[in-house]
């Protein structure tokens, strides 16, 4: 079993829609989450850390259930620039020791 | 930019040789890990190195080693390459304790 689990997508959607991306880890002594943003043939880069209490950066908002060991990424009023692949994250030990989902393409349609 | 480098961006070899990757961890940054993309898919976590020891490894066979250097820049080697090992190699570095983790812009190494 894969320690993460990321939806399939990939996801098509028009400028300003609302867009959410799920993912499921499985070891539940994992320390922290993140979600990162990977555009084509680049490096990762942290997009956000999620918090239990869920946080919110502008049109991004991320949660996390421990007891369902789910994240969740909610993204609002879609921008073209939102177009990317979106890793879900695990930290299973201190430093970065990360899991990785597959990863879920999102492409933002005019 | 995350002055995290790493070198050279591209490479090719052949089947059964070895390669040495090198990552420059971002000033302040004792500790890396490397990972493995395969197309399509997430990086997958090699191994991490904190204080120039080896500190936690992912589901990779001996021939992937690597090392730490006393100012925390490192390299990956891999033995007998095999197909299957072409995919880009990413390094990230972190402070320990600290989560956050800054992602290099990757090796694209090609096996033939």
């Known amino acids: 079993r894969k320690e993460v689990e990321q939806d399939p997508g990939p996801f098509n959607v028009p400028e300003g829609a609302t867009v959410a991306f799920n993912c499921t880890y499985s070891?539940?002594?994992?320390?922290?989450f993140f979600w990162y943003r990977q555009d084509c043939r680049k490096e990762p880069k942290l997009l956000m850390s999620v918090y239990s209490s869920g946080n919110e950066d502008g049109r991004f908002t991320a949660q996390l259930n421990r007891a369902s060991q789910y994240i969740s990424l909610l993204i609002r009023d879609s921008k073209l620039s939102d177009s990317a692949t979106y890793l879900c994250?695990?930290?299973?030990?201190?430093?970065?020791?990360?899991?990785f989902g597959t990863g879920t393409s999102l492409t933002v349609i005019p | 930019e995350t002055g995290v480098t790493q070198s050279p961006t591209h490479l090719i070899k052949t089947r059964g040789q070895q390669v040495t990757l090198r990552c420059s961890s971002q000033s302040g940054h004792n500790t890396v890990s490397w990972y493995q993309q395969a197309l399509g898919q997430g990086p997958q976590f090699i191994f991490q190195?904190?204080?120039?020891?080896?500190?936690g490894r992912g589901n990779f066979p001996p021939r992937f080693s690597g090392l730490q250097f006393p100012n925390y820049s490192s390299e990956l080697n891999v033995n007998a390459l095999e197909l299957d090992d072409s995919a880009l190699y990413l390094c990230?570095?972190?402070?320990?304790?600290?989560?956050?983790?800054?992602f290099g812009q990757g090796t694209r190494l090609t096996v033939v």
């Open positions: 994250v695990v930290n299973i030990r201190s430093g970065n020791q990360f899991y």
């Open positions: 190195y904190y204080r120039e020891e080896e500190n």
């Open positions: 990230a570095s972190s402070w320990v304790g600290n989560t956050e983790a800054f």
């Open positions: 070891n539940s002594a994992s320390q922290s």
